[in-house]
């Protein structure tokens, strides 16, 4: 068998390690260069489900570099008032289960360099050579069949290649999926995150909470509109700065000015300072001072829920099929948790094409039940940040307070984020 893979993200990589542990042929294509980095520098949390996606694809060299680069950090879920006054805290009480708190945090950047390392013609995973697993600069144009019902690649340098199975890891955007599923695309939610980060230096540390800066994810929900996540992650690796602080708040998008999208990022930095005015004053010092080359400004869209569709020798993985509001923070982990299932399939499938299909059909029904799930989370948590409706926002914040209090009730209204990290839906 040889399976195709467009996209060298996070999602691609990982499945590209782990059907070569199980000895199926693989090829990357990437429509970069392997010197352009193609991902936002922002930190992400590897929960349960990605950190068994990578155990269990990686060689353990590269697993061993993972872990040197993302520390475990707390479990910590908090939600917070706008003056940081503690509204619930999730995650930490005994009896938790370990495998739904279980986190890692990491640099997308890093953890992509952990990810291509191994599969380019150098270790570095910086050279624009063809070798290796990845080939740079091979940019998808469409897919067609061959005479003998294999899948053929073609790109836009003229040049194609040949496989069993074609899979689309190639973001939100996705051109596998346009002409695979072209009735499937992304819906806007009509929330806009504004997002910034600030580097984690002693006198920034000693103006804020020690929680809110120890790697746990924070929510600020105020009284009015709006909502802010501030998380903060750690650099474990020598003589490299000691970490970053980001933030994002989010609102609704007709709530901002009509140029938002257009405003240069030292203004949308200032635009969410003035916002936030009422807020506890080292908060809004903490956006000010970010670095305005960091601050950007992003409409968050999002996949319906995913109705099935006939298996096939095409499919999809990460946002290609299920890109979704960075609202339940479980994007990316629901991409490496994609890349393991299909790789266990496959490695059962045999060499028939009848197993193929079986393989991928059996893959597309799993993956669209944890990804609707995790789907409706991410969609439902930005809607709720962004209501400017004061009763419902006034009843939330007071069922917060309940929850904490009153153990069982915890549990109901966090039964669908614990659910989503473990991986049990």
């Keep these: 068998m040889r399976v195709l893979i467009i996209g060298a993200g996070i999602g691609g990589l990982c499945l590209a390690h782990g059907l070569r542990r199980a000895g199926i042929d693989v090829e990357v294509l990437e429509r970069t260069g392997a010197g352009t980095p193609g991902l936002a520098g922002y930190g992400i949390h590897i929960n349960a489900n990605g950190g068994r996606a990578l155990r269990e694809c990686l060689p353990e060299e590269n697993w061993a570099r993972f872990k040197a680069i993302a520390p475990e950090?707390?479990?910590?879920?908090?939600?917070?008032?706008?003056?940081?006054?503690?509204?619930?805290?999730?995650?930490?009480?005994?009896?938790?289960?370990?495998?739904?708190?279980?986190?890692?945090?990491?640099?997308?950047?890093?953890?992509?360099?952990?990810?291509?390392?191994?599969?380019?013609?150098?270790?570095?995973?910086?050279?624009?050579?063809?070798?290796?697993?990845?080939?740079?600069?091979?940019?998808?144009?469409?897919?067609?069949?061959?005479?003998d019902g294999r899948v053929r690649a073609h790109?836009?340098?003229?040049?194609?290649?040949?496989?069993?199975?074609?899979?689309?890891?190639?973001?939100?955007?996705?051109?596998?999926?346009?002409?695979?599923?072209?009735?499937?695309?992304?819906m806007d939610t009509g929330v806009l995150n504004i997002a910034g980060r600030v580097p984690l230096t002693p006198r920034v540390s000693t103006r804020l909470p020690a929680w809110l800066i120890d790697g746990s994810v924070n929510n600020i929900v105020p009284n009015g509109p709006g909502w802010m996540f501030v998380s903060a992650w750690h650099t474990p690796?020598?003589?490299?700065?000691?970490?970053?602080?980001?933030?994002?708040?989010?609102?609704?998008?007709?709530?901002?000015?009509?140029?938002?999208?257009?405003?240069?990022?030292?203004?949308?930095?200032?635009?969410?300072?003035?916002?936030?005015?009422?807020?506890?004053?080292?908060?809004?010092?903490?956006?000010?001072?970010?670095?305005?080359?960091?601050?950007?400004?992003?409409?968050?869209?999002?996949?319906?829920?995913?109705?099935?569709?006939?298996?096939?020798?095409?499919?999809?993985?990460?946002?290609?099929?299920?890109?979704?509001?960075?609202?339940?923070?479980?994007?990316a982990n629901t991409a490496l948790r994609d890349a393991l299932t299909l790789c266990r399939v496959l490695e059962d499938a045999g060499t028939r094409r009848s197993g193929l299909l079986k393989a991928v059909s059996a893959y597309e029904r799993e993956m669209r039940g944890y990804a609707n799930h995790a789907l409706g989370l991410s969609l439902r948590n930005a809607r709720n940040a962004a209501s400017e409706a004061r009763l419902p926002r006034i009843a939330f914040r007071a069922a917060l307070r309940v929850a904490e209090l009153v153990p069982p009730v915890k549990r109901v209204m966090f039964a669908d984020h614990h659910a989503v990290a473990a991986g049990r839906r």
């Design 73 to 147: 950090t707390t479990p910590a879920v908090r939600f917070s008032d706008e003056h940081l006054r503690t509204l619930s805290l999730v995650g930490t009480r005994p009896g938790t289960d370990p495998a739904v708190v279980q986190r890692r945090a990491v640099n997308r950047l890093d953890l992509r360099d952990v990810l291509l390392h191994g599969l380019t013609d150098d270790t570095s995973g910086t050279s624009g050579t063809s070798g290796g697993v990845v080939r740079w600069n091979r940019e998808f144009a469409r897919y067609t069949h061959t005479s």
């Design 155 to 186: 790109f836009t340098d003229g040049g194609h290649t040949d496989g069993d199975l074609l899979v689309g890891a190639d973001g939100a955007n996705s051109r596998v999926r346009g002409q695979y599923l072209p009735h499937l695309g992304r």
């Design 237 to 331: 690796i020598q003589d490299a700065p000691a970490g970053q602080i980001v933030w994002a708040y989010a609102a609704a998008r007709d709530s901002y000015p009509g140029n938002v999208l257009e405003m240069e990022p030292a203004a949308l930095r200032d635009l969410v300072v003035a916002r936030t005015e009422g807020w506890l004053p080292d908060l809004r010092a903490l956006v000010a001072g970010s670095d305005p080359a960091g601050v950007t400004a992003l409409r968050l869209r999002c996949m319906p829920a995913l109705a099935p569709w006939p298996a096939g020798d095409v499919t999809l993985l990460g946002d290609a099929i299920h890109n979704m509001t960075p609202m339940a923070g479980v994007g």
